[in-house]
Every structure is written in C-alpha cells, then in structure tokens.
C-alpha cells in the first residue's frame, strides 16, 4: 500500500519518500517487536492508525487543505486478498480511515474477476450500503493504440499490443513500464542445454519471460532482492511464479531460490544482445547487490548499514540517542556480534572504510536512504560532546594536579620516617660513649667573709691603712657570700644490651605501620594517575574523531 501511493500534487516526491521510510521503519519495529510471539490484535489495529496518521502529516507537510482533497484508494484484484488483511481493512484501516480528516471524502475502487459472497461481505462490513459494479470489456486493438499514444508507449503495432496486453489497461502500463518485450524475438537455447529437461522460451509467456529476466540478474533470488530490478509488484508475482517452476530453479536452506546456471546465463546473454546498455546497468545493480548481502546477509539489518555509513565514528551512547529502543537493540546485537565489519578504538567505532563505500553504493541502487535528520542530529550531539569533553578534561587535570602533590608529599613523609627509624635502631645499637661532666655550685665561705669584714673594719680604725684596703675587703666578703664550687661526676658506661628494648621496638612498629600506610596510599595514587592518564589519553583521542565529517 505504501509503495503505491501516487499523486498529482507538486513537490512531493521528497515528502512521499520520507513517508515510505517512516512506514518501513515502523514495520521493521513491528517485525522486531513480535519476532518470537505472535502479535496481539490490538497492536495489528494500530497499524491501521499508523499508516493513515503518517499520510495525513506527510499531506500537511505540503501544504495541502483537507477540504480540498477527495482521495481515492484504488485495491486492484480484491478476490485474491487474504481473508486476515480484508478483516484488517475493513476493521481498523477503515476505522483510521472515517476518523482522519484528510480521508473523510474517500472514494474507493475495487477490481475483481467476479462480484462473490465473500467480496459481498467485505463490502457489507466495510459499510458498503450499495456499491457501483462496473463491466470492464478489454481494449479493442484500436483502443490499446489510443491509449498507448497516451502514455507514450511508443510506436508498436496495434496486433501487437493487443496481443501482448489482452487489451487489459494496466498490461500496457507494464509494457511501458518494463520496456523489455521479449516475446516473439526468436530466442534459441545453446547447445550444451538438455532439450529434453530444460523447458524453451517459448513455452514462456512474455510476462513470465520478464520474470525469467529479472531473476536472472541476483544470485539469490528473494522478494526483496527482485526489488532491485523490478517493481514491488513484480517482485512478488515473479518469485511466487517462479517458485512453482521447479524445473527452472531450486531452493536453498535460507528460502531464496536458485535459478538454474545454464538458463541464467542465456538470459543474460540474451539481453546483453538486445539492451546492452540496461544489461550492464542491471549487471552492477547485481554486483553490488550481492556483494552487499555477501556481507550482510539478513535483510532486517540493512537499514543498519545505511545509517551507520553516515558516521566517520559513534559510540553506543550515541546510537542509543538517535534511535528508537527497539533500533538501538538491533544495533547493539550488530555491533556485539560483527566485530569484523568495524574498527574500534576507545569504545567508540567506524565502519571499514571499503565497507562505508559499499554501502554508499548501495544506497545508489535503490537499498534505501538513511533516517531523516540524522546527520544533522549527530552533529548536535558532537557539539554537546565536545562541551562535556571539555569540561571532564578540566576536572581530571585539576584532580591529576592534586595527586602529584600529594604523592610527592607522601614520597618525603616516607623519606624522613624511614631516616628517622634507621636512626633509632642505630642510636640504639650503638650508644655514644658517656664523659666525666662538671657541676657548678655556690656557697657562702665563712673564713673569706671574716677576712674581708676583719679588713674593713682595720681599714676604719688604722691610719697605715687606707681606701684601698677597705675596698679589698669588701671584695672578699662579697666573694665569700657566693664562693663557686665544682663537682666532677663520671656517668656509669652503658651498652646495647642494657638499652629500653621494648621502647625501641614499639617505635619501629609504630614507623613501619606509618611508612607501609604512606606507600600504600602512594600505590593508590599512582593507579589512580595512570587511570587519570588513560582517560585524558582517551578523552583527546575522542574529541579527534567526530562523529560527522563535513
């Protein structure tokens, strides 16, 4: 239903290309989500709301007035649709449909081989009061040439035309679409074929000759790699006819068919014959394609490789910013389990670069683009980085600071407790040897005072002695009153054996558990430095490999 949106409104080629993307990435959620058990059937009604509530904001994106718009949803081959998806379409795509105002004004058209019960209850339930049946005849050979001019088919004959479309409209739309008639050209099988085993082409219709052509062209033909060369339609129609032909191609392990070599490589020489230019187009679409899935063999992680090619380098942390929960799990998983598909330096990874090449090269041929502001999301993350960077560099520099100076505090404490503890231990060992030592003492001597006070006292009462004997008198007393004394005393000699023991002992227990906590911490700090050094080192690499490269 997404890939068949079509309009006649300008500029919106861009808008409905981000809506297809925006489908298929809620898909891939979808898938992801109910991977293991089945999904409940509120969440397929959900679906419902989903397509039409993107739709309705793709249509405002461009400006377009729902009173102005008569939108009419066109389901070509009703009969064919599965039971579960019209229960789904007249369920909750229809109950999406009545309450979105853009799709009020619905008109639908339905195209069916006949009108049966089962297509009556369809339209019974979708609220189908009294639909319009219209009787389709096929073209006349003049008609298909009309309508052919029309559409600007080119200038075929009118037998031709009829011929090849049974005068069905959209047949002829293929024909221009697909471009390549290979009924009637006279194609002849080589030699080393086995006639009796391989069927010819022309035991092929035209249309199944084209299917035969595109699934010519991938090694390993799935819906999904078809797609690469044909439309959706297309794809799906050829693999399930193709499927059934089990004389042209086998299946493999995985699913995917495997179209025999010898017919493929006909088919491919044929239309190298006929349109080298769009052979060799579709032959690098190939190449690519299988070079691509070679490397990435499930589908479902496609998109990861798209987006991923983006970024010159990105963290988990990042990945888990710019995706979704359930895309960030699907990353992760690739990221865990392909180590050889990215180069990691610091927690932080880039794609190789001859795989960053494949990739841009597949988003060439039609693998998809990558998700919406992506690029301009990651460059506003990098900003945000480099701010946090800076500032975590200022705090590790500043505590790097902070543990050098305590180490080199630690490394003299360590220093002069370990001198001091040798000097103990050698005082202890051997004691300095003990000298006599003086003691000075005064006291009062009775005889020079009663000198000197005899000396004065004639000094006063005899002519023959003067002043200058009073005065010496004087002295005497003076010096009997504090007359010095001296006493030598000899301290006993001690010896290492004799020594406080136990002291000595309880010191150096004391400066061994000092010194062994001040290396221990002087351990740890240094861990803690080279941890420091390490993030710094990491830090600086980071912010040099940013996450987008202009």
Known sequence: MTRGVSHNLPS????????????????????????????EASEI?????????????????????????????VFDGIDKIDDKILSWLSGAFNQALRKSAFFSNTRFLFTSNQLTNRIKDFFSRFGFSSPVELQVPAFSEEECVKFAKLHSIGNLEAHTLKTASVGNPLKLLNIYKNKTILANKGINMSDNINQSNTPTFSDFSEKELNYLLYASYPTKISRYNLEFFCSSRDASFCFNWLKRQKELADINSEGDLILHEDFRSQMRQFHKQEEPEEAEKMSNIATILEAFTNIFPNPNHHWIAVNLQLFDSFTKGLCKKLFSEIEYDEIK??????????DVSNQQYS????????????????????KEDLMKNAKAEW????ESASEKRNRLEQE???LEEEAFDSEKQIMALDELKSQLLHN????????????????????????????????????????????????????????????????TMQTAGNGPKL???????????????????????????????VDLENLEQGTNSPYIVD
């Open 503 to 533: 002291a000595i002992e309880t010191q150096q227990r004391s400066l061994s558990h000092r010194i062994n906590g001040l290396a221990s911490r002087l351990t740890s700090i240094k861990s803690n430095l080279d941890d420091l050094n």
């Open 383 to 386: 900003l945000k980085y480099k």
């Open 12 to 39: 919106t080629n861009g808008i409905l290309k981000r809506f297809a993307r925006n489908i298929g990435e809620g898909v891939v959620q979808f898938n992801s989500k109910n991977r293991i058990k089945s999904p």
């Open 428 to 491: 202890y060992q051997n004691p300095p040897k003990q000298k006599s030592r003086r003691e000075y003492s005064f006291s009062s001597s009775a005889t020079l005072i009663l000198i000197g006070m005899g000396t004065v006292g004639a000094s006063l009462f005899s002519d023959s002695l003067g002043s200058y004997h009073a005065a010496c008198g004087l002295a005497i007393t003076i010096f009997g009153f504090f007359w010095p004394s001296i006493d030598i005393k000899k301290q």
């Open 333 to 342: 998983s690739v990221l865990n389990d392909r180590d050889d598909l990215f």
């Open 400 to 402: 790097k600071v902070n």
């Open 45 to 73: 009604e959900e679906l419902g709301t989903f397509f039409i509530d993107k739709l309705s904001k793709s249509l405002i994106e461009n400006d377009v007035n729902p009173r102005d718009l008569t939108p009419v949803l």
């Open 351 to 370: 794609l190789k670069d001859d795989l960053r090449l494949l990739c841009q090269r597949f988003i060439e041929i039609g693998g998809g683009q990558p």
